[in-house]
């Protein structure tokens, strides 16, 4: 069963949660992997990242404190990202702008990052 996306090729790799096989042992029997829901696969790091996020907006949503480890991780997604924009900004601006797409990629990088 793949309750998350029905193309397997969007799937990254064996969860080493589960071995690949989608379940768990439990006391009351096999149960669905948490991590990859019951594929065995996990999916793409985009996806991984949306799950992750989600689960950080519901608890702090609900009142509770994000534990230090969801900080981090939140803060190197976001260096991640900057990082990622202030490249698309120096390639868009050596790449030859016929029709202008560079200057307005470079305008929406420039707008996400606050420059």
């Known amino acids: 069963m793949q309750p998350f996306m029905q193309d397997?090729?969007?799937?990254?790799?064996?969860?080493?949660?589960c071995g690949g096989?989608?379940?768990l042992p439990t006391d009351f029997g096999p149960a669905d992997c948490p991590d990859c829901g019951?594929?065995?696969y996990l999916p793409a790091k985009n996806t991984l990242v949306d799950w992750r996020s989600r689960d950080i907006e519901r608890a702090v949503n609900a009142?509770?404190?994000p534990a230090a480890v969801d900080v981090r991780?939140?803060?190197?997604?976001l260096r991640l990202a900057r990082k990622a924009l202030t490249e698309v900004i120096a390639l868009a601006h050596d790449a030859p702008d016929?029709?202008?797409i560079a200057m307005k990629i470079r305008?929406?990088?420039?707008?996400a990052l606050g420059l």
């Open 63 to 65: 009142g509770l404190n």
């Open 73 to 77: 991780w939140l803060l190197a997604e």
């Open 107 to 111: 305008g929406v990088a420039h707008k």
């Open 21 to 23: 096989t989608g379940e």
């Open 8 to 17: 397997s090729s969007q799937y990254t790799s064996s969860c080493s949660s």
């Open 98 to 100: 016929a029709d202008g």
């Open 38 to 40: 019951g594929s065995g």
